[in-house]
């Protein structure tokens, strides 16, 4: 059996990973805990999410991001090496597609 995950960050959530199907085991969003990877990928995709939530600007959402384009760029690096980790550690049983459009 075939699992799959979706990979991309949104606002207000503290993960990156959404299942296809809404009644996954891991929960929807994922839960990062129930998933068979390390605590350090875990904790990884943690910080990741939580800076994730500062690209916002709270107080003028629809402004520009407070972002540098270096911390953007950084922000992609750091989420496309996270991806890359996570699919190892899950194995041939995952499918983790990303759609994060870093």
Do not use: C
Request: glycine share 4%.
């Amino acid at each position: 059996m075939i699992r799959y995950l979706r990979f991309f960050f949104e606002f207000g959530v503290d993960t990156p990973l959404w299942p296809e199907d809404m009644d996954s085991p891991y929960g929807y969003p994922t839960d990062l805990a129930r998933l068979p990877v390390s605590p350090d990928t875990r904790a990884e995709l943690a910080r990741l999410s939580e800076w994730y939530q500062s690209s916002l600007d709270w107080k003028n959402p629809s402004g520009p991001s407070p972002w540098s384009d270096e911390e953007l760029q950084l922000f992609k690096q750091q989420a496309l090496a996270a991806l890359h980790v996570l699919r190892r550690e899950l194995g041939a049983g995952w499918i983790v597609r990303d759609e994060s459009l870093l």
